[in-house]
């Protein structure tokens, strides 16, 4: 009996050694991703659950760092998101509608913005381990001052791979983004992320 206690307890001090070790690594994976990574491209499936409703997505998205990027949405309608280091362009095709703003190279409204700048997650956010799920380690990053248009943002790794992103919105809104099909050395150029409006659309301004 009392070599099986020590076993059962040698077994428990070693799960909970690999899955401190299995947090530790959150951190690390998304200041090596930061280091490594000056473009990136793929797929996604984005869920958004607010009070009323909750609607998935898919699509495909490009990065060249830093602060240039395209979101596509392919499903269930097509819209399409550029930020070109100066404007970020959003054409709904459906409405026939282009609306640009101005891009802030601090920390964005949207995923495809923090993920376009290397440092704004850090120098807005404090960053800590919070655990893993399904075989994804995430870091939890809690905005530094009250007005951040996020409550929190949880970024989570497989390795040294981007997996996931989990936010939710200053309105209580809940985004969960799984990523697939990763290239983490895309050929991409500064021309891929020009966006002319086309012919016949609105074009309104914020």
């Known amino acids: ?7 059962r307890t040698f077994t428990a001090l070693a799960l909970t050694g690999v899955i401190s070790f299995a947090q530790a690594g959150a951190i690390d994976a998304l200041k090596k991703f930061n280091a490594d990574t000056d473009g990136i491209s793929g ?3 984005q869920t958004v659950k607010s009070k009323k409703r909750t609607q998935t997505t898919q699509g495909s998205f490009q990065i060249l760092r830093p602060g240039l990027f395209k979101w596509e949405y392919t499903r269930p309608y097509k ?6 280091g ?3 362009w ?5 409405l026939a509608q282009v609306t640009k703003s101005s891009q802030n190279q601090t920390i964005g409204d949207s995923p495809a913005a923090i993920l376009s700048n290397k440092t704004a997650l850090e120098s807005s956010y404090n960053l800590k381990e ?3 799920s399904n075989g994804i380690d995430y870091v939890l990053a809690q905005p530094k001052r009250n007005n951040a248009g996020y409550q929190y943002i949880r970024i989570g790794f497989k390795g040294d791979n981007l997996a996931a992103m989990q936010l939710k919105d200053s309105f209580g809104n809940e985004t969960s983004i799984s990523f697939s099909n990763l290239n983490t050395k895309p050929n991409l150029s500064r021309n891929t992320f020009k966006f002319t409006p086309p012919k016949g659309v609105d ?3 914020n």
Do not use: P
Not at 1 to 7: D, E, H, L, T
Not at 79 to 84: A, E, H, L, S
Not at 90 to 94: F, G, P, R, S, T
């Open 90 to 94: 959003l054409y709904d095709v459906d």
């Open 86 to 88: 100066k404007t970020i």
């Open 1 to 7: 009996m009392k070599q099986q206690r020590i076993i």
């Open 130 to 132: 919070d655990g893993s």
């Open 203 to 205: 074009v309104l301004s």
């Open 43 to 45: 797929n996604f499936s």
């Open 79 to 84: 819209q399409t998101i550029v930020g070109d």
